[in-house]
């Protein structure tokens, strides 16, 4: 069974930075791609950004190249979402998610068949 479980959010004040981790599970694609979603209640799921898996490729969307960064410890199967310059409207729930995947990775949520629970992002003001 695939699992994946978000960790490393929280309260953190403008300006700030977190690192948030995505512990994989019973993953057995031989390619496949993780990518970090958002979403605001009320408002629709973003996309952030992705990275594969066993190619290390990895997309940012270019709203958050400058603050945000993908990356991977293959030998833990964890992801990271590094944010820094935190703002207030960076406050949401923050997903990852997996999926079998050849190519080049996108954060299309609809392309994504197995999620996390997400870990709450809370910026201050």
């Known amino acids: 069974e695939v699992q994946l479980v978000e960790s490393g959010g ?11 981790s995505c512990s994989l ?5 031989d390619e496949y791609a993780v990518g970090w979603f958002r979403q605001v209640p009320g408002k629709e799921r ?3 950004g992705c990275i594969k898996s066993p190619d290390s490729h990895r997309y940012i969307k270019d709203s958050w190249k400058d603050r945000f960064t993908v990356s991977s410890d293959d030998a833990k199967k964890t992801i990271y979402l ?4 935190l703002k207030p409207e960076d406050t949401a729930d923050y ?7 050849s190519g080049p990775c996108l954060p299309l949520d609809h392309q994504y068949d197995y999620w996390g629970k997400g870990t709450l992002v809370t910026v201050s003001s």
Do not use: D, I, K
């Open 10 to 20: 929280g309260l953190v004040q403008t300006g700030g930075s977190l690192r948030l």
């Open 25 to 29: 599970s019973g993953v057995t694609f």
């Open 46 to 48: 973003e996309g952030l």
């Open 82 to 85: 590094q944010m820094n310059n």
């Open 95 to 101: 997903f990852c998610a997996t999926s079998w995947w």
